[in-house]
């Protein structure tokens, strides 16, 4: 795991144990309200792999 995300996720108070046992979404949630990002929807991820998968500069759909 990144050492940013370790450390966010040890200040939460989560233990090392919990953190292990953590999808990489409960991960990246944890690691999100860390830092102020609070009430992350499944969409939310969901429309991160989306924009991922994605071509560069697609035309636009209208």
């Known amino acids: ?35 102020g990002i609070m009430n992350l929807q499944p969409n939310t991820l969901q429309m991160l792999d989306k924009l991922r998968e994605s071509p560069p500069k697609q035309q636009l759909a209208s």
Not at 3 to 20: E, F, K, N, Q
Request: glycine share 2%; proline share 3%.
């Open 1 to 35: 795991m990144d050492a940013a995300c370790l450390r966010a996720l040890r200040r939460r108070g989560h233990s090392d144990a919990t953190i292990v046992a953590m999808s990489p979404e409960e991960a990246f949630c944890e690691y999100c309200a860390y830092h």
